[in-house]
Each structure stands twice: as structure tokens, then as C-alpha cells.
Nanobody, 127 residues
């Protein structure tokens, strides 16, 4: 599957952005899909993930309560609504699919859990 992330940009602290990730080539598989981010000089880190049905979502502690992940399987698209943005949220955000360990594992939080990646979209939060 090919993934294309969009929606990044420059926003002031406290603002909001909505990221989208559209899949092409085939539909999302019945595994979890998710978002990761990588800030300059730091390793890629887990942000959020969602099950195929959308009934299970889970988040990194740093974004819980501020970010919401969702998906529309009919549109083959995943979203990340980001509210109350902070300067420390500045990073390149990547969408990931084919989390083939989940299921049966209840959660996939490692980059190595996912088999397909998009190119990323830059989010910059100014103070």
C-alpha cells in the first residue's frame, strides 16, 4: 500500500491541525494503522494508532487528551486531529499501516511493528 500524508503546516501554540493519510494501491489491511513523529535530532516515536474497526484507539501519554485518531475505511483514509498544540509537538509526522502484529497483539507502539510508511508531513508549532 502507498501512503500519502498531508495537512501539516505552521501553527501557533494552542492551535489545531488535522492530518490526513490516504492509502492507494490497495485498501488498508485489517491490521492497526497509526501515526509516528520524528523531531530534529530525535528518534521516531509513537503518537497514536487505531484498529481496523476504529473501536480501539491508543495514544502516547504526551498527546493523550489533545490528539484524536480516526479512520474512514470507505475513503481509505486515516486522520489525526491535533488540538492544543505545543512547541514540543514540532516534528515530521508519518503515517504507518500494516501493523501485522496487531491483532493478535492488543497494541502496536513500535515502528518495527508496521510494514508500510508514508513520506511524512511537517508540523511546526511556534511559541
Amino acid at each position: 500500500v502507498q501512503l500519502q500524508a498531508s495537512g501539516g503546516g505552521l501553527v501557533q501554540a494552542g492551535g489545531s491541525l488535522r492530518l490526513s493519510c490516504e492509502a492507494s494501491g490497495r485498501t488498508f489491511s485489517r491490521y492497526h494503522i497509526g501515526w509516528f513523529r520524528q523531531a530534529p535530532g530525535k528518534e521516531r516515536e509513537f503518537v497514536a494508532a487505531i484498529s481496523w474497526s476504529g473501536g480501539l484507539t491508543y495514544y502516547a501519554d504526551s498527546v493523550k487528551g489533545r490528539f484524536t485518531i480516526s479512520r474512514d475505511n470507505a475513503k481509505n483514509t486515516m486522520y489525526l486531529q491535533m488540538n492544543s498544540l505545543k512547541p514540543e509537538d514540532t516534528a515530521v509526522y508519518y503515517c504507518a499501516a500494516d501493523g501485522a502484529s496487531c491483532p493478535p497483539a492488543p497494541e502496536c507502539r513500535e515502528a518495527s511493528d508496521f510494514g508500510s510508511w508514508g513520506l511524512g508531513t511537517l508540523v511546526t508549532v511556534s511559541s
